[in-house]
């Protein structure tokens, strides 16, 4: 069995969590909260930080450098993370379901993740060049295969 089969996620080294990660860029998307609705939305309006390409942050290690409100997701505020896509590998696991079968920890790269359209890739714009959030809201991101 997996590591992500065997040890919760409490439990889980700061190694395996970062590899839990799939790398989809999802979480980097700016993100709108209706105010009198509460309701989510998602934009293709990425960080400045984001490749759109490699679905990677181009200063991981030091991008609160650059983006001092940039979420740390952690196994403490898993839960409280509402905002993060039902795909995404934590909030899978939190919830108790499985890595999807497009996880790079299942199909051994992002490839699959990418074919299935479960990442970023090719679909962004960069936050800065966008001049009304409400303008770029998506669906896509709510996406969820498995």
């Keep these: 069995m997996s590591f992500w089969e065997t040890t919760s996620l409490k439990d889980m080294t700061t190694e395996q969590w970062e590899l839990l990660c799939d790398g989809c860029g999802k979480c ?6 209706d105010d009198e609705t509460d309701e ?9 930080l984001l490749d759109d390409q490699s679905c990677e942050c181009r200063h991981y290690d030091d991008r609160f450098k650059y983006v001092p409100e940039c979420t740390v997701i952690t196994q403490e505020n898993i839960a409280s993370l509402t905002w993060l896509p039902d795909s995404c590998a934590y909030r899978r696991l939190y919830s108790g379901r499985k890595l999807a079968s497009w996880h790079p920890l299942i199909a051994g790269s992002k490839a699959l993740m990418h074919q299935n359209g479960m990442s970023v890739k090719d679909k962004t714009v960069n936050e800065n060049k966008v001049r009304y959030l409400e ?9 969820d295969i498995e």
């Design 28 to 33: 980097c998307l700016n993100k709108i909260i």
């Design 40 to 48: 989510l939305y998602y934009t293709n309006a990425a960080c400045h």
């Design 135 to 143: 303008d770029n809201i998506v669906l896509w991101p709510l996406q």
